[in-house]
């Protein structure tokens, strides 16, 4: 209950601590000083227009001036910048049973100062460590406002893992990293869950990371995801594009929607129309469809290392088929793509048509329903399509013939 006495013997403490007249405070915050005098006798409160003012002049939280006493006035603590070592230590002990693993190789748990792994592969003759860090882009300021938690950590791990699975890679170690302004326990548990339980599902362990609080840097409510991963490959068989040669078939894995790129366009979209959110497409909303998590494809393209069937293979993320293509197509060479043949989500068009995007901009920005190219020749194609079918949609969409551009398109997209 507010006294008025209680606060105005504060406010008139605090005024003669800094060596104002009731006239000078008056001054500072515009008002007469017959008021700073009825808020001394404890006759009248402050408007709450002005608490945040009065405050600030007085050096005091407006906590503190409605209770009208200084709170822990023992001097500074971490805790009050923001940060309780005893919650954050029972943070720790509680993302400690996620990082539980049945890998022989990681060699320790949560504690230590760094994590360790047992890199001895004797079938492997030139191991190569093959490194990559990630984060799911804006995508992940949509999972905190809609509550796909756990679902944005399947989109980054998943991200990771397919950059070096194209490479040929085994993926081995995750490294995750949470920056944010308060730690929920809730939320930070359900995060590390999430990074957890994708780990596992791409075959690979997540052993360790950092949890960084960052009340002064970072807003209250909101969580910056990064992560990092560690995997092997016989340098012999390291997946490069090298390889490709004129006449290779050009094969694409289907992916299920926008994965984790061209969020910032879709957020100005929803931002200049927010009734699409609800708007069905295939049977769910808007957010539905966009939130769904980047497709994995290791588990479908990993039967396929060592066999020589696969020249080159590319994920489709920012920059969409043509950015990323072209890294694995040696110079001198060209892939021609039939637009024609692309499978597209109706998603893409939906988007397409509410944003009045035209072609080349859905085709730099997004996926457009292939999610990672594969070049294999023309005598293996067959092979690898009825392989990779066996994890999801797989299809012909160009060959590769002699070319200055490494990625040339041909014909038009069948928007749906």
Known sequence: MLSGERMG???????????????QLADRLSISFQAVSKWENGTTYPNIEILGDLSAVLGVTVDELLSGSRKESDGLSYSKA???????????????????????????????????????????KEPVLV??????????????EYGYTESICH????????????????????????????????????????????CRENECSLVGGETSIQ????????????????????????????SIEEGDAVIAAASNGLHTNGYSLVR??????????????????????????????????????????????????????EGNLCRVVPDGLSAHIDLSALR???????????????DDEMLRT???????VLVTSQRDKGAVIDHIKQFGDCYEIGTVVRGDEKVRFEGRINWL
């Open 155 to 198: 989109d980054m791990i998943n991200h990771l893992v397919n950059d070096i699975a194209v490479m040929g890679a085994k993926p081995l170690a995750v490294l995750d990293t949470i920056v944010c302004g308060n730690a929920e326990k809730d939320t930070i548990s359900s995060l590390v869950r999430g990074i957890s339980d994708a």
């Open 131 to 144: 490194l990559k860090s990630e984060e799911p882009g804006s995508k992940q300021k949509l999972a905190m």
């Open 344 to 358: 597209v989500p109706q998603l893409f068009g939906f988007i397409r048509s509410a944003g009045n995007i035209n």
């Open 9 to 23: 013997n504060f406010i008139m403490s605090k005024r003669k601590e800094l060596g104002l007249t009731q006239q």
């Open 82 to 124: 923001g940060i309780d070592i005893t919650y954050t230590d029972s943070i720790k002990k509680e993302m400690s049973k996620h990082l539980e693993t049945g890998d022989r190789r990681v060699l320790n748990g949560l504690g230590p100062f760094a994590s360790l792994y047992d890199i001895s592969f004797p079938e492997i």
């Open 366 to 372: 997004f996926n457009c329903g292939v999610g990672l």
């Open 215 to 242: 009340p002064l840097v970072v807003d209250h409510g909101v969580y910056v995801l990064t992560s990092s991963i560690a995997g092997i490959v016989e340098r012999s068989q390291i997946i490069d594009g090298s």
């Open 268 to 321: 100005l979209l929803m931002d200049r129309m927010p009734q699409i959110k609800l708007e069905k497409i295939e049977g769910l909303t808007f957010i539905e469809q966009i939130m769904k998590p980047h497709t994995p494809y290791y588990r479908a393209i990993k039967g396929l290392f060592g066999r020589d069937a696969v020249h080159g293979m590319a994920h489709i993320t920012g920059g969409g088929i």
